[in-house]
């Protein structure tokens, strides 16, 4: 025999290195998917907290804008009133 000797089997002795082995495998796949898993957690709770900053912000921008909404309406109200003081600038002779 030429290679290094990895086991040695008993006669009437079950086989269980390959157990042994896939344990092993299967216990650092599962290990590794954890922590993989762990991750994908703290970075989607990251993703709410920036999330929810952001809704702030913006609620934030909308109620400091609102008042810009209605700025049409005092537009519209202040070329009422110069066509009015026209208007009467024009009846009183001017």
Known sequence: MDGAILATHVNGEPHLFGWYAGLAIAFAIIVVVVVEVQEILRLARQIGVQAQ??????????????????????????????????????????
């Open 53 to 94: 900053m952001a809704i702030q912000g913006l609620e934030g921008a909308y109620t400091n804008t609102a008042p810009l909404y209605d700025l049409q309406r005092t537009i519209d109200f202040a070329k009422t009133i110069v066509a009015d003081l026209l208007a009467t600038r024009k009846a009183l002779g001017g």
